[in-house]
């Protein structure tokens, strides 16, 4: 996201394998255990995504996209700092000199390094400072009264603004150079019934629930629940692959307007595109640079870092279009055997390893075709985890849109300029993911790490060229 909350102002896999994450019902014992454990996966991410370089690293700009890593780690604690220990618990400011350094909508990204920032001791000393304090506060926390603590909300969307956080990061060590310093092991191959898997699965006319008024934890963005019509349409069964889309640019997608929107052609012309992101040819194929390694591109991953115009470009010469987000959520949640939004694809249980790419764990996608167990009752695999999936649409207010619990969330961002993402990324922790959670940023966006899925009308025959 440009300047999303999430990322700007705002993987706990252990925590959210235990179960539903936040709960109005919860005994406060047991949701105690569960924040705890999801503040600690999100600091053991950030501590390792900010202790696996050096000072230099730290402070340095990468790329005027991204913040420094030192003024995350710093605002990650600043946030913890206002919402938990000032807004939750009335404590008095550890530093309010600093509040105005870390506050995202004050200084633009590339402003950052500029500051007086925080060094890096300094900045670790005061994370962990506020963090002790946290856990003390959460051992007395009762979770009822308050709207701001009931169900354990603020204490939620701080572990996922973290989360949200320890993405960026891994997309600022992306565009680092120099000699790599994460791994992180293959993930598996796809299983044997890949290969067969139909290209798409039909999700049938009708009405859904979209949105949600229960989930805990969801942001302002996602409330509240309503009811949306979608017709039937075809949603293709995994996120496009690294295969197919180089079959677009053999076929010579980025020369053919034919394929692209006026914007997005004119887009396209003025930054160059001739590849996704990290890309470059190498002989007669092509070559990716992930982590600062250089490895062949692999057909039957999903494709990443494309940005959305490139997105909806494939998808016209496929004959095809990019899924509105409504038919994203129905194809993700809607369960026709009981008429009910799921809140995952497979179910209301969190997220665990053997159902979704998620957290940090690969550091990459998973080939198209895995994780069965986490497919959705339409059929469609990968819908969480592996790769963010644009979508054909704005990002706008539900019907009922009320900002909680401050403007800047959302609501600044709501309008035509930003195209809404969904199903999160193997960067995304568990807890900052689900069915109803909805990303956005401009569609010229490529370092986010972002595929796609393409769709169709269920009336209308596939046109263009066929091939896929
Ligand atoms: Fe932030």
Known sequence: MARTPRHDTPAGAAAAATGELGSADMPAEMLREQIAGCLLAARERTQLLTGCVDEGDLVRQHSPLMSPLVWDLAHIANQEELWLLRAVGGREP?????????????????????????????????????RGRVLDLLGAATFSGARLVT???????????????????????????????????????????????????????????????????????????????????????????????????ADGGYDDPRWWSAAGWEHRQRAGLSAPLYWRRDGGGWVRTRFGVTEPVAAAEPVLHVCWYEARAYAAWAGRRLPTEAE?????????????????????????A????????????????????????????????????????????YPGFRAWPYREYSEVFFGTEYKVLRGGSFAVGPVACRGTFRNWDYPVRRQIFAGFRTARDATAAAAGNGRV
């Open 151 to 249: 169900g354990g909300f603020a204490f939620g969307m701080v572990a996922q603004h973290e989360q949200q956080h320890d993405e960026t990061m891994l997309i600022t060590h992306q565009l680092r150079r120099g000699a790599p310093v994460l791994s992180a092991p293959e993930p598996p191959p796809a299983p044997a019934d890949a290969p067969g898997l139909p290209a798409e699965v039909l999700v049938p006319a009708g009405p859904f629930t979209m949105g949600t008024s229960s989930e805990p934890w969801a942001l302002d963005n996602e409330r509240p629940a309503h009811t949306v019509h979608v017709p039937a349409f075809y949603l293709d069964t995994t996120p496009v692959t690294n295969g197919a889309y180089l079959q677009f640019i």
């Open 94 to 130: 550890i530093h309010p000199e600093i509040d105005p350094l870390y506050d995202a909508f004050e200084h633009p990204r590339a402003e950052r390094p500029t500051l007086p920032l925080l060094r890096a001791s300094e900045a670790r000393h005061y994370a962990g400072e506020v």
């Open 354 to 397: 053997e159902l979704a790419n998620l957290g940090q764990r690969y550091l990459r996608p998973a080939p198209a075709g895995s994780y069965p167990g986490g497919a959705a009752p339409c059929g469609a695999r990968q819908l969480i985890g592996d790769v963010w999936e644009w979508t054909a649409s704005d990002f706008l207010p």
């Open 328 to 352: 994203w959520e129905k194809a993700a949640r809607f369960d026709p055997g009981t008429g009910r939004s799921r809140r995952y694809p497979w179910g209301d249980a969190a997220p665990a």
